[in-house]
């Protein structure tokens, strides 16, 4: 293990926000009329900026220096991985929000467990401390709130969560929506190296070599119907933000040998007609660009039925599922926890 490298795993903040006037909203405009400008001093504050970006009728998608940042209507994701300082969005969004007639009413910050933990900064040295900073920024209308760490059998792997939410939005309004993050460790050698830049290829734009990326490793494949924004970093590393409809999934790479990494997140809904084919399917596909020794999955839904299919897409791919850890927030629903491990290791 390499004393120090990129922190290959993300904090993730999901921001709901809900307000009294219905005509701003029923454009599907509300957060996306933040301007750019107020976006970009927010990632600053993160320490981080914006690369690319895509919309649809929807919401907004931005590839970052360190992963991305998706903009609804009444809701805010953003992801960032290295030595970003995520929860000090807070504060600027709530604020930019309020200009806007909006008003948080949820929040749900998530992360795996750092690689490199001596390396993180204020406020995330710690999981308490990230606590601490959460309860500090939120407003007190936000009254159900709770913290938990849940575990896996490798002591080296815990699932962080931090929800909290207003009277009226403990049980989520979108409760059929479900969240599916994937992360992935000690990658397939072979298949890392794809999310190098070629030796020479570096004059190449980063948008340009991302396509390439995408589309020799076969993350194209993944949702054929999505629309695909994508970024390759120099001298390696690679995102990208899928969007079809209102649903988004996205992938980080972090090749390096000795703290490789990856991750996939996407969204569904349990009313979609062929929710759980089309989850097993892209499940499969997304695990099969890395072939990882080890991943872990944790599922955020309202309902119990999407969960149980995930080991039901990994374990033909060889990968044993290790531990399974359950448990219910305000505004999340419940969050499933499990690990794998490849049966080759």
Excluded at 215 to 230: E, L, Q, V, Y
Excluded at 253 to 274: H, K, L, M, R
Aim: net charge negative; glycine share 6%.
């Amino acid at each position: 293990m390499a004393m120090s490298g990129f922190e290959g795993y993300e904090k993730r903040l999901e921001l709901h926000f809900f307000g009294d006037d219905p005509a701003m909203l029923d454009n599907n405009l509300g957060l996306r009329l933040l301007d750019f400008e107020s976006l970009e001093q927010v990632l600053n504050a993160v320490q981080c900026t914006v690369v690319s970006a895509v919309a649809n009728q929807y919401f907004d998608a931005y590839v970052l220096s360190e992963s991305s940042l998706f903009v609804y209507p009444t809701k805010i994701i953003i992801k960032t991985c290295g030595t970003t300082q995520l929860l000090k969005s807070i504060r600027p969004l709530i604020h930019y929000a309020c200009n806007l007639g909006l008003s948080l009413c949820s929040c749900r910050y998530t992360r795996g467990t750092f690689i490199f933990p001596k390396a993180q900064p204020s406020p995330h040295t710690s999981f308490k401390e990230e606590v601490i900073c959460l309860e500090d920024a939120l407003p007190n209308n936000l009254c159900y709130r709770k913290a938990s760490v849940m575990p896996s059998k490798t002591t080296t792997n815990s699932w962080h969560v931090f929800t909290a939410s207003d009277e009226s939005h403990i049980i989520p309004n979108d409760h059929d929506i479900y969240t599916v993050e994937v992360c992935m460790t000690d990658l397939d050698r072979v298949l890392a190296r794809k999310f190098f830049l070629p030796p020479g290829g570096g004059n190449k734009s980063g948008d340009i070599a991302g396509k390439e990326m995408t589309k020799i490793t076969g993350i194209g494949d993944i949702n054929p119907r999505a629309m695909i924004c994508d970024f390759a970093f120099d001298p390696c590393g690679y995102s990208m933000n899928g969007i079809h409809n209102d649903r988004y999934s996205t992938i980080h790479v972090t090749p390096e040998d000795g703290f490789s990494y990856a991750s996939f997140e996407c969204v569904g809904s349990i009313f979609d007609d062929d929710h759980i084919e089309h989850l097993v399917g892209t499940l499969r596909k997304a695990v099969q660009v890395f072939r990882p020794a080890t991943l872990s999955v944790s599922t955020t839904c309202a309902s119990h039925e999407v969960w149980p299919r995930v080991t039901h897409a990994l374990e033909p791919l060889g990968l044993k599922c290790r531990s399974c850890a359950a448990d219910e927030f305000p505004a999340a629903g419940s969050i499933v926890f499990q690990t794998y491990t490849a049966r080759r290791k």
